[in-house]
């Protein structure tokens, strides 16, 4: 099947094949259709699937086809809600690179950077609005953006949102939205509150599900390294170097870790950058853009980059640290193996943390390997202790326990785990109550 048999207009087919596609993933093939028909949508897919592109062409299409008076500032038609800025960026960036050959104006909207240029770009009037939640209800409220006339609305990461605490915020951006309205709700994953969330917000909608919930791609290789926590940093350094490794996005548990561990991979005489919540919106984006041009080898991230980072053919991704929650596991190696590239993921794995793989086992459904690399055999004598995840996410727990129920033990483990010996064998960082309303 080709984009063309989809029956996009001709200026998106052109944009299409600019950026080198030529057949639609999946997710577009199925997801596509039902958009252009003007039907609600429930979409699922595994990150990495082009899932963007699945809903961007088609709310394009539908908007280049409907002519609408030019009298006074044009009107926001359509909105796309996004958990993060960096997720928002690069939705923004697709509807840029696919729109360039129509009339439609678009702009981004998130927290982190000033409000102004933002309120000079809205003033001026777009069809496309792409934003996080709070930024937008900044907006809002300082009057620069009228909701009242939107057409279709997109819920992407509609799961990452409900896990960052949005939910109330998304309910006062709906209640200033248009009854009748084409709604796209994309999740990774259909929890019970996303199922509740859609019941009350589409019309009948099309269930589009392109691959297996809490699965990861089988394009991404898949390996642990056991390991003393006292010498990830000596292993990881030693990976990076001995493999020769340019590009590898390493994943942390807290944001004072991932600051620590980009200053000791400096003094290693690796170049590495962190990002994270607490980086000003500057800095992120130029840790990124620095990490993309290979002038960074190694960008260190807390889970805030799990969905939202769009990096073209990057090779390899590290836990450092395994995540809290199982299934930011598969978030965090979706960002390797995308688009149909090959990729690595290796997670350094110490005592402390053999419960919470025995969780992602679970949920992924099959063991992954361990590798112990001579160099760094476990000591069998050190003793599992809890993990510290952090005052603010244990005291969350306590007033609201997460759908997965941790114990206070989670990070515990037997020291008769499996994984203190040879094998034959080859945060969340950000805690579920809400991480800056604007985004």
Known sequence: ????????????????????????????????????????????????????????????????????????????????????????????DSVRDYGQHLSLRSAVVFGGVSINPQKQKLIKGVDVLIATPGRLLDHVGQKTADLSNIEILVLDEADRMLDMGFIHDIRRVLALLPKQKQTLLFSATFSKEIKQLSSGLLNSPALVEVATENTASDLVSQVVHPVDKSRKRELLSYLIGSNNWKQVLVFNRTKHSANRLAKQLESDGI???????????????????????????????????????????????VNFDLPNVAEDYVHRIGRTGRAGNEGEAMSLVCIDEHKLLRDIEKLIKRDIPKVVIDEFLPDPSIKAEPINTGRGQQQQRKSKPSRNKPSSKRGGSSPSSPYNGRSNNQGRSGNRARQSSRG
């Open 1 to 92: 099947m080709s984009f063309k048999s989809l029956g996009l207009r001709a200026e998106l087919l052109r944009a299409v094949s600019e950026k080198g596609y030529t057949a639609p993933t999946p997710i577009q093939k199925q997801a596509i259709p039902y958009i252009l028909e003007g039907r609600d949508l429930m979409g699922g897919a595994q990150t990495g699937t082009g899932k963007t592109a699945g809903f961007t062409l088609p709310l394009l299409h539908r908007l280049a086809s409907k002519e609408v008076s030019q009298k006074g500032r044009r009107p926001i038609r359509a909105l796309v809600l996004t958990p993060t800025r960096e997720l928002a960026a690069q939705v923004a």
């Open 271 to 317: 170049s590495a950058a962190a990002i994270h919540g607490n980086k000003s919106q500057g800095a992120r984006t130029k840790a990124l853009a620095d990490f993309k041009l290979g002038k960074v080898r190694v960008l260190v991230a807390t889970d805030i980059a799990a969905r939202g980072l769009d990096i073209s053919q990057l090779p390899h991704v």
